[in-house]
């Protein structure tokens, strides 16, 4: 079993930062692929980019070059860092965790509640 919360959603100006965290209590965080989702209010959940246990990392070509996602096993966390924030990056934000390295939410057995992100144009 994990756990996942999720932090450091908010309000930020387009063309800004923010850094979202997850934090994970389980046994097997170190050896769980850690996604990054988020679903905008009328749409679908959208995969924004993933980590796998040994470092692996993928991303959606919408956030190539503007966000970067890592983790800490000692920590039990993954973050998701968001620079150049455009208005249609906002939405809910959420961390999951699976046994496979995937982009696809359905392989992803655990999920965090969210964190809202707002940018303003």
């Known amino acids: 079993q994990v756990q996942l919360v999720e932090s450091g959603g908010g309000l930020v100006q387009a063309g800004g930062s923010l850094r979202l965290s997850c934090a994970a209590s389980?046994?097997?965080?170190?050896?769980?692929?850690m996604g990054w989702f988020r679903q905008a209010p009328g749409k679908e959940r959208e995969f924004v980019g993933a980590?796998?246990?040994?470092?692996?990392?993928i991303y959606a070509d919408s956030v190539k070059g503007r966000f970067t996602i890592s983790r800490d096993n000692t920590k039990n966390t993954v973050n998701l860092q968001m620079n150049s924030l455009k208005p249609e990056d906002a939405a809910a934000y959420y961390c999951?965790?699976?046994?496979?390295?995937?982009?696809?939410?359905?392989?992803?057995?655990?999920w965090g509640q969210g964190t809202q992100v707002t940018v303003s144009s």
């Open positions: 389980g046994r097997t965080f170190s050896s769980s692929s």
């Open positions: 999951a965790a699976s046994s496979t390295f995937t982009r696809v939410a359905a392989w992803y057995n655990y």
């Open positions: 980590i796998s246990w040994s470092g692996r990392i």
